[in-house]
């Protein structure tokens, strides 16, 4: 991101993180993506160190336990961190725990920020957010099924979930459970704490994704919930704030996920034009064949053109706008615009790019997944062109701003 965004404090810390990547992240990322006990011991490791260089947790500030400087400075950094998959993980700030992080220091009260916030920025836990169920579409939450009875001082809840993300291994769930029924579409779910050794919660299995099951934090998980008690006071924010709190987790959410993607695409392509410039065939390197050449010129504008619409957005948030239209407007494109760039230059690499001697193969499975979660594609594009279409009736038209 250029300098009119990003003041030069938060790009000089960038730069560290930067370094940090090329030293320790970079060269390591064969050996954690192995996922056995080594990789988890190496990990540890590279997390001490990046505490130790005072890179720790950058999603939340100082009086959460992390070194975070606001929005715009986590937006900058994720640029960077985002150019390898391990990275957020090395850092402390990996999703889900990132933004139940950001939930938790927003709405927990000072006993829910002690008990669950200070030792998950600490690293000591895991978390996961539960969500989607597998019976209705997650698109619309309006459907969710899982419920939360008060009986007394309890919470008693039932319910089933899956894509549960790094539930195997985790120490406590945020639940979004419909707490009443009767109430407005929009006010009938309560977001409620639950830690995961309590009776009645259930980690049924890792679901395989793509070929891949995962462990520990890179699972997504089904989860069942039955008959689970725990204390009112587990409530996070006020009873029926769910959907408020969770549209709190994803808007400025989708902005971070973007910006690792940036970091992803230009990873990418950087690949696809130094192998395009070295490898040879038919008289010739691979940069003189024009398809090739289309590739990078394409990728070249999709992606300064993603960066453009993060900016825009971005600083829109940053003066307090919510940005709607402009936050789902760039999640849908920069998702098209990450799995095409990786697809060609997987494709500029031939065999090779589906080997794990590039990063290419793993950075293609993560970003498949970009244009589902944080809302399908068709959802953003339908609550960009419905936006649009009312302020057109409305009389006041779209001016481009
Ligand atoms: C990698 C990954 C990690 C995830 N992690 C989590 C997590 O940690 N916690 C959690 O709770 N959930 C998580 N999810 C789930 C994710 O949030 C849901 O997959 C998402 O909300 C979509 O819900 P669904 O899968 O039920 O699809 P559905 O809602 O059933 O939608 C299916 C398809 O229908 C189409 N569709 C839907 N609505 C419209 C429309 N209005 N117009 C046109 N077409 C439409 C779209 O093509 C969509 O892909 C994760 C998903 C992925 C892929």
New binding site residues.
Partial sequence: MTNSLFSPEYLDARGRYRAFMDEHVYPNEAAIGREDAAALALVEELRGRAREARLWAPHVPPEAGGTGLGFLYYACLNEEIGRSTYAQLVFGCQ??DAGNAEILHLFGTDEQKDRFLRPLVAGEVRS???????E??????TLLRTRAVREGDEWVIDGH???????DGAAFAVV?AISDPNAEPHRRGTMILVPADAPGVEVVRAVP?MGHVGRGWST?CEVRYTGVRVPVANTLGAEGDAFRIAQKRLGPGRIHHVMRWLGQMQRAFELMCRYANEREAFGGPLAGKQTVQNWVADSAAEIQACRLLTMDAARKIDEGSEARVEVSLLKFYAARVLCDVIDRAIQVHGARGLTDETPLAVMSL?A????????????H??VVARRILRSFSDGAGWTFS
């Fill in positions: 999703a889900p996961f957010f539960s969500m989607t169920e597998p209705v579409a997650g698109s619309d939450p979930k899956w894509f549960s993300s790094g539930a979004f994704v997504h993560m498949r997944g970009a244009r589902i979660y944080d809302g399908p594609d068709e959802v594009r339908m």
